[in-house]
């Protein structure tokens, strides 16, 4: 058994030998692992660089999968959101500020509104309230026929005016016969007969063509804003600022309608305020301000005022009636050359003693 034992001891040696050999080898392998390792990690870093250098594009990617931008795509969708939100609110900002018409100063009860606003509003219209009697409002002609008389009595002396219109009634089988297509079917010849000039008769013609096509309609007209409406009628030959003024507020019985143009307000604005110069159109807006919004009756009693300082008015026939017509008349022949001087500060389709004005209410 020593023997033995002596036997496999030498035999051990070897063995712790090839262990430690192995031992080393494996220390060998592990610091050339280690160095080719280190050699490895300091190569790494170029090629992670080369790497990330040749994907431009992939941090794009990363983001559009990556939870901060799926928190963040609904605040896209917010955005979107409030994008269309504001443009569902668009429809709802013209309501807000939608163009209404005015009560008309035919409505019951509006006149006394009228009046005791104009009291409060100016203290230098309220003698001139006491002393006249207020307005009335109480003609309703169609727009177009409205119109179409308003043509036929521009620069005319109220009895040649009315003669004209008769004879044009006629023609078209009475005032209800006066429509557009009716007005298109007279020749200009026809016309001129019943004493019409042809310049008139192309008005009427084109106010005529502008109902057939379309652009304007008794039903457009009387929905129509103030403002809308002035830019409509004056696109008519032969109707200018003053004459859609006359309109509104004789035809339409519109309140707030200011005829900045016509020469016997502006004047009557004057006197009223003791101004040394007659107000240009341009400053009746901001002197007349304060009889917003019943500028048209305010207007009426300028006229009755101008009148009952006999100063010429264009428009006082409106106020006052074939009376006073009759005597504007007289002064026509009386002033003739003063009034053509005068012309310039009106229409220019109207003269100063424009009795045209009877077609509104008359």
Same mark, same amino acid.
């Given at each position: 058994m020593m023997g033995e034992h002596a036997q496999t001891v030498p035999k051990l040696q070897p063995d712790n030998e090839s262990a430690t050999a192995t031992s080393n080898a494996a220390d060998t392998t592990a610091i050339q692992i280690v160095s080719t390792s280190t050699e490895l990690a300091t190569i790494a870093p170029p090629e992670n660089q080369s790497s990330a250098s040749n994907i431009p594009f992939r941090p794009r990617k990363i983001r559009k999968i990556s939870p901060d931008n799926s928190e963040s795509k609904p605040a896209g969708d917010s955005k979107t959101a409030g994008k269309g939100a504001k443009n569902k609110l668009v429809p709802q900002r013209v309501p807000a500020v939608p163009n209404m018409v005015a009560r008309a100063l035919s409505c019951e009860g509006e006149i006394e509104i009228a009046l005791r606003h104009l009291r409060n509003a100016d203290p230098h219209l309220a003698p001139l309230i006491d002393l006249h009697p207020p307005p009335t409002f109480d003609s309703f002609h169609t727009p177009f026929l409205a119109l179409t008389k308003s043509i036929l009595y521009q620069q005319l002396a109220y009895k040649a005016g009315t003669s004209i219109y008769t004879r044009f009634v006629g023609l078209c089988?009475?005032? &209800?016969?006066? %429509?557009?297509?009716?007005v298109l079917a007279l020749t200009p010849h026809q016309l001129r007969q019943i004493g019409v000039s042809g310049r008139k008769a192309s008005y009427l013609h084109d106010l005529a063509r502008k109902y057939q096509n379309g652009i304007l309609s008794d039903t457009g007209i009387i929905t129509m804003d103030d403002k809308s409406l002035f830019t409509m009628l004056t696109m008519v030959n032969g109707i200018g600022s003053w004459s859609v003024h006359m309109f509104m507020i004789f035809s339409l019985h519109r309140p707030d309608v200011l005829p900045v143009n016509d020469l016997g307000v502006r004047k009557g604005v004057q006197l009223l305020y003791g101004l040394e110069e007659l107000p240009r159109p341009s400053q009746m807006e901001q002197l007349c301000e304060k009889w917003?919004?019943?500028? $048209?009756? &305010? $207007?009426?009693?300028?006229?009755? !005022?101008?009148?009952?300082?006999?100063?010429?008015?264009?428009? &006082?026939?409106?106020?006052?009636?074939?009376? %006073?017509?009759? /005597?504007? /008349?007289?002064?026509?022949?009386?002033? #003739? /050359? @003063?009034? /053509? #001087?005068? @012309? @310039? !500060? %009106?229409?220019?389709?109207? =003269?100063? %003693?424009?009795? =045209?004005?009877?077609?509104?209410?008359?």
């Open positions: 089988g009475g005032e &209800a016969g006066v %429509l557009p297509e009716t917003r919004p019943y500028r $048209s009756v &305010a $207007s009426w009693y300028i006229w009755r !005022f101008v009148e009952g300082k006999g100063a010429p008015s264009s428009a &006082a026939a409106v106020a006052g009636g074939p009376s %006073l017509q009759q /005597q504007q /008349q007289q002064e026509q022949q009386q002033q #003739h /050359q @003063q009034q /053509q #001087h005068q @012309q @310039q !500060f %009106l229409d220019p389709i109207n =003269g100063i %003693l424009n009795l =045209g004005a009877c077609a509104w209410g008359q």
